[in-house]
Each structure stands twice: as C-alpha cells, then as structure tokens.
C-alpha cells in the first residue's frame, strides 16, 4: 500500500498571500496525483489531476508541480474562499487508492 | 451537468445493516468506474470500494472487506453500498464519486455526491 503524506498539518496564511502545500508518496506514483478541496461541510472537489492539470473551472492562482514523490499545491495568492482542507490522492498503485490526511489551510 | 445524488443513510445499531444508494444523472453511467469513499466525523478521506462499469470488478479496503457489497444498475444509473454488521467505527459521511475513465485505467475523482452520513450506534 501506498502510504501519502501531507505537510504541513496546518498552515496559517494572510489573504493575498502565497500557501504551499506538500505531498509525498512512499513510492514513485508517476504523475497519477490528484488534488482535492473540502469547504466545511462540504463534499471535496477536484482541483488538479496528473499533478499538474487544473480541473474544469479551478482558477489559474491553483497550480500542481511534481512527480514520482514529492508533489505541492500552490495557491498563488489566497482568497476568502480558499481556506479549507486540501486532500491528495495517489491512483497509481492501486487498490488501495489512497489519500493524504489533509492540510488544513487557515486565515493567519 | 453530472449529478450524483446519496441516499439511504441514517441511525443503525452495531450489527445491522444499511444500504447506500447514489443516482447518477448527466454522464453515460454504464461506462465509468464509480467509488465510495467515507469520512469519519472530524477526520479524513477514506477510500472504501470501486466497481467497474460493466460490475465485473469489484475492489474493497481491507476495513470493510467481506462486509460491504458494491453494486451498480446500469439500468437505472444508480449505485450502491451494502453494508453488514456495522461497527461504530463505520460511523461517517459516505459520498459516491465518478472515476474519470474505466478501470483498469488509472484515474482520478472527477465528481461527488454531496454525502449521506451514517451513524453507527445504541
């Protein structure tokens, strides 16, 4: 099984600023990495997929970099609506398809 | 527009049963894989089972093998969770999602349902 893990757990960001987010794969998953947004109380949706291919509507400021290991999400320059859980997910090595425990994204 | 839409959960006791069903509308069903995925009050994703289009693969987490059935209806554009002797720990917000091709490709989450909690309890 590949085990994905997510730093920070937590991370404190001002609006307007720059968030970075990272993912690591306990073995190479190529670029079969997806990310995932979850507002309170709400069903999570896809942002980037390949690891670097903005979803349908996602806004330009999200982009995803990496392969084989190490990946990140970066939010250029936060809004209001930003601030929430941030999932990754491997579909490489599968089954188990697996998730990140999440990065909690906060106003700073 | 795709739309998938959970319905059956709710309060059971440890030990009984319960069935999920998610209907699907706005993509060709039959042709996509779909999963269920859970979250546990307060924690995480949870990836849970996927079913092949044509049902002739099925894959479950070791945590509910051998106690939760995925199925799907083509028919009627529909998928399902059975879910036997429930424990507290299956306690959770269980949402379906399409998987953006067939298996045994490799693909991502493209959509959700909004999610259909259950409650595992005495």
């Known amino acids: 099984e590949i085990v994905m893990t997510q730093s920070p757990a937590t991370l404190s960001v001002s609006p307007g600023e720059r968030a970075t987010l990272s993912c690591r794969a306990s073995?190479?998953?190529?670029?079969?990495l997806a990310w995932y947004q979850q507002n309170p109380g709400q069903a999570p949706r896809l942002l980037i997929y390949?690891?670097?291919t903005r979803a349908t509507g996602i806004p330009a400021r999200f982009s995803g970099s990496g392969s084989g290991t190490e990946f990140t999400l970066t939010i250029s320059s936060l809004q209001s609506e930003d601030f929430a859980v941030y999932y990754c997910q491997q579909y490489n090595n599968w089954p188990p398809w697996t998730f990140g425990q999440g990065t909690k994204v906060e106003i700073k | 527009e795709v739309q998938l839409l959970e319905s059956g959960g709710g309060l059971v006791q440890p030990g009984g049963s319960l069935r999920l069903s998610c209907a699907a509308s706005g993509f060709t069903f039959s042709i996509y894989a779909m999963t269920w995925v859970r979250q546990a009050p307060g924690k995480g994703l949870e990836w849970v089972s996927t079913i092949s289009g044509s049902s002739s693969s099925t894959y479950y987490a070791d945590s509910v093998k051998g106690r939760f059935t995925i199925s799907r209806d083509n028919s009627k554009n529909t998928l399902y969770l059975q879910m036997n002797s429930l424990t507290a720990e299956d306690t959770a917000v269980y949402y379906c999602?399409?998987?953006?091709?067939?298996?045994?490709?490799?693909?991502?989450?493209?959509?959700w349902g909004q999610g259909s909690l259950v409650t595992v309890s005495s």
């Open positions: 390949g690891a670097s």
């Open positions: 999602a399409k998987k953006r091709r067939e298996l045994p490709s490799s693909a991502h989450l493209d959509y």
């Open positions: 073995q190479s998953v190529s670029s079969n």
